[in-house]
Each structure stands twice: as structure tokens, then as C-alpha cells.
């Protein structure tokens, strides 16, 4: 059936450009560029999930909202109850931490995002906030590359 | 499910006062998942609010239903404003 080859070749393409971001997330945290980091971070798990919902229904879902990806690609489904608790307490971190709005963003608005969100105050805050965003990502990615091929 | 989703809507809303609550079916009606956001959160780690919540979860709800609450993103209300900004295409 050419149409669901398709389907699992866009699919597929989702996984890996996950995977990539992911990559260049960190490489951009160690590098310093946290705005792009932070953004990245956030994005490579909308990839993750949008290549599992792809799977489902190739019908593109505009949202960026995260924990709504999340519903709708059935990602639940691969997850054990451990893992699943896992994944809560990453995607929490990424969701506080990311809007696709980043990709606009100087470090300086970044800085003042997160201060408003009472997530920064003093010290280098914005370093810290890019280790966990892309740590958090990693996280899931991790989960949706261990179960990719359940 | 409409069942649970009413009941657990009704009790976060009793446990975390002022809290607001956004509930979901996932995994075609098996499970629910949904955000808290709760004034109590500001300041938390993520870690620290799921062992709040998962604590409070399994001193009320049955093994059942607890396996059918999926993920509960905890957010401060800061946070959840911020989650609810439109996000450009």
C-alpha cells in the first residue's frame, strides 16, 4: 500500500529529525546558545511526538502545545507505569520551559520569560534552564526511540 | 471514563484549592491525562510535585484507576499562563 509507506516514511523522518534536534540542542547548550537550545530542546519533542501521531493519523496538527501531542499521538501507549512516571516528570520540565515563541527570542526576552515565570531569578538561571529543557528532552526522546519499533 | 474524569477533576480540585484542572481522554478513552496548575507548585521541582500528587492519587483512588490516570502535568500558575500564550505557526 503506497499511501501507508508513505505514511510511515514521513513518520520516520519526524523520529530522526527528533533525534538530530535533540543533538543540536546540546551541542548549542554547550556551545552557550541557550535561547536556540531551549528552542530545539522543546521542538525535538514535538518531532518525537508528532512521528508518533503520524503513525495514527497522517492529518497534520497545528498545536505546539506539548501535553496535547502528547494525548493525541497515544504515546502513553508504549510507556510502562515507570516509564510513564518518568516521562511526566521530563515533559513537565520541557512544558515550563518551552514555547515555540522562543524562536524569537533574544537571550535577553528568554531571560525575562523565565523570570515571569518565576523560573530565574538570580546566578546564571538561563544556563541552568537550558540543562534542564534539554536534559528533559533527551529524556523523552530516549523513551521514544527505545519504543519505536514496539 | 466520564465517570473517573468527573471524580478526579472533583477531587484535585478539593486537594490542591484554587487549583485549576485540564483533563483528557488518551489512548482512544483508556486513560486521562491533563494539567494542574496549583499556586502551591511555585518554587517546586517537577519531581517534588509528582510525589505530591502520585502520594495523594494513591491514598484515594483504586490500583484501577490509578492505572488509568496517565500523565498530570504540574504546573504553577505562572507557568500555565505562560503554557497558554498562543503559540505562533
Known amino acids: 500500500m503506497p499511501r501507508k509507506g508513505k505514511q510511515e516514511d514521513i513518520a520516520e523522518t519526524y523520529r530522526a529529525v527528533a533525534v538530530e534536534h535533540s543533538a543540536l540542542a546540546t551541542d548549542l547548550h554547550d556551545g552557550g546558545r541557550y535561547v536556540m537550545a531551549h528552542y530545539l530542546a522543546g521542538l525535538a519533542v514535538e518531532c518525537m511526538f508528532r512521528a508518533y501521531r503520524y503513525r495514527i493519523d497522517p492529518v497534520f496538527d497545528a498545536r505546539h502545545s506539548l501535553d496535547a501531542l502528547y494525548a493525541a499521538a497515544d504515546f502513553a501507549a508504549v510507556l510502562s507505569t515507570a516509564e510513564e512516571e518518568t516521562v511526566t516528570v521530563a515533559l ?13 527570542r533574544s537571550e535577553r526576552a ?33 523513551q521514544g526511540e527505545l519504543h519505536w519499533k514496539d | 471514563m ?88
Open chain 1, 92 to 104: 513537565t520540565e520541557v512544558v515550563r520551559r518551552w514555547s515555540s515563541i522562543h524562536r524569537f
Open chain 1, 110 to 142: 528568554l531571560r525575562e520569560y523565565l523570570r515571569q515565570t518565576n523560573l530565574g531569578r538570580t546566578g546564571k538561571f538561563v544556563r541552568e534552564s537550558s540543562r534542564l529543557i534539554v536534559n528533559a528532552a533527551i529524556v523523552i526522546g530516549d
Open chain 2, 2 to 89: 466520564e465517570r473517573l474524569k468527573k471524580e478526579l477533576e472533583e477531587w484535585l480540585l478539593q486537594q490542591f484549592p484554587g487549583a485549576e484542572v485540564s483533563l483528557e481522554p488518551v489512548r482512544r478513552d483508556i486513560k486521562i491525562s491533563g494539567i494542574l496548575a496549583w499556586k502551591g507548585f511555585d518554587g517546586q521541582e517537577p519531581i517534588d510535585r509528582q510525589l505530591i500528587l502520585r502520594r495523594k492519587l494513591r491514598e484515594h483512588f483504586r490500583q484501577e484507576d490509578q492505572r488509568r490516570i496517565s500523565i498530570i502535568i504540574t504546573l504553577s500558575p505562572a507557568e500555565y499562563a505562560a503554557h497558554r500564550e498562543p503559540q505562533l505557526a
